[in-house]
């Protein structure tokens, strides 16, 4: 639901902002291992901005809750390499051309898809 609230009310600053930010993390996957916690907090950054832009107070409360442990996550329940963290961006990058195009729908469903494929990631390291 965020994402669709972010794809049906974000502005064209917003956009601007989200584009800006999968530069960032784009920039910090290309310094290999090193640009992975910075990489992480640039992630932390596209969620909570696609949050704010929601405008819905609860998801806002949430998504700020659980991404300021997002470390704890990826530690606990991820494995650290390369392969995710593109994953991972890919996603952000599908998510963001859906916001961007103002398509709620192919947000929702992008950013479903990314939860559930992190989830079973998650359950894959616990296994």
């Not at 930010?21 to 290309?30: D, I, P, V, Y």
């Not at 916690?37 to 949430?62: C, K």
């Not at 916001?99 to 894959?124: C, I, K, L, P, Y």
Request: aromatic share 8%.
């Amino acid at each position: 639901g965020v994402a669709a609230l972010a794809a049906q009310r974000a502005t064209e600053q917003d956009r601007a902002l989200l584009e800006g930010l999968l530069r960032e993390a784009e920039g910090h996957l290309k310094d290999g291992r090193k640009g992975w916690d910075a990489f992480v907090r640039t992630d932390e950054q596209i969620h909570l901005a696609l949050a704010r832009m929601s405008g819905n107070q609860l998801f806002i409360a949430v998504l700020t809750s659980v991404y300021h442990n997002i470390h704890t996550y990826y530690e606990n329940y991820l494995p650290w390499n390369n392969a995710l963290l593109q994953e991972n961006f890919n996603d952000l990058c599908n998510i963001v051309a859906a916001v961007s195009d103002r398509d709620a729908e192919r947000a929702r469903e992008t950013a479903q898809g990314h939860v559930r494929r992190f989830n079973a990631h998650m359950e894959e390291k616990q296994a």
